[in-house]
């Protein structure tokens, strides 16, 4: 490992780049010695959920992952890894938003110029929706079901829980044409509107845990587990494990309780 380090080093590496990269390839030989894998054979999704459990923001995760894929073809080991983390399953923490970092948020919002572009971070905070998704809605979308206000678009569907929310979709579902774009701010727009904000505000959040917290509003709200995944986009186990968390229960104490229920 020194000798990788010395070879950046000589590259013109900075100090900071190499001290980081010290310390994820610290963290990878532990890795290796804990599940007794060699640097050649090694479960890449144990790699990705060990490092997840770490790294917990997408841009360290990135820059792991490139640490180790450095560091591998540097000892002539081929390996493409992946640089997005998991997002399922226990190995991102669930990370509860606070009222007051909602309100924080939304003031920030609130003094932004464009109207579509306010529409935009309102469905993102609100309704956990990404960028990418935003850009897939239509006005058509927007629509009630069992008249409840609700956005559905091929596999995209949210309940809209804020009612300030749901009055100004209602308002631009009666200006504009039902085949026009629910907000016609572009997705990169959004993106970076997004985390100008969340710095501004010192806020490290995430897209996906506003998606975390929608699921645990609508499971708060007492609705089954499978309803939760079908309008949450969320997988299975990501909204099973926030459920569990909500209840302060983990995954063992949930199979011990269960098994002693059926002796």
Not at 56 to 83: D, P, V
Not at 92 to 99: G, S
Not at 205 to 226: I, T, W
């Amino acid at each position: 490992m020194e000798d990788f380090l010395r070879a950046l080093e000589e590259e013109g590496y900075r100090k900071n780049t190499i001290d980081t990269y010290r310390r994820v390839l610290r963290y990878f030989l532990h890795f290796l010695d804990f599940y007794g894998y060699d640097f050649i054979d090694f479960d890449e999704e144990r790699l990705y959920g060990f490092f997840a459990g770490k790294y917990k923001t997408e841009k360290s995760f990135r820059t792991a992952m490139s640490a180790i894929q450095h560091y591998l073809k540097f000892k002539g080991i081929k390996r493409k890894l992946k640089f997005i983390p998991p997002d399922t399953g226990e190995f991102k923490e669930f990370r509860p938003i606070k009222e007051e970092e909602y309100r924080k948020i939304e003031e920030k919002v609130g003094s932004l110029r464009s109207e579509e572009l306010k529409t935009a971070l309102l469905l993102l905070i609100y309704a956990g929706l990404s960028p990418s998704e935003i850009g897939k809605l239509k006005v058509s979308s927007f629509g009630s079901f069992l008249g409840i206000p609700i956005l559905q678009e091929g596999k995209i569907k949210r309940f809209i829980l804020k009612d300030k929310l749901a009055e100004r979709l209602k308002e631009i579902r009666e200006e504009k044409l039902p085949v026009s774009p629910l907000v016609s701010t572009r997705p990169a727009t959004i993106k970076v509107t997004y985390h100008r904000i969340m710095k501004q505000l010192n806020l490290d959040l995430m897209v996906s845990d506003f998606k975390d917290n929608y699921v645990a509003e609508l499971l708060k709200r007492g609705l089954p587990v499978d309803i939760v995944v079908e309008y949450s986009g969320r997988s299975l186990e990501r909204v099973s494990y926030i459920n569990r968390v909500l209840n302060l229960q983990s995954k063992a104490d949930v199979i011990e309780k269960k098994l002693k229920e059926e002796k």
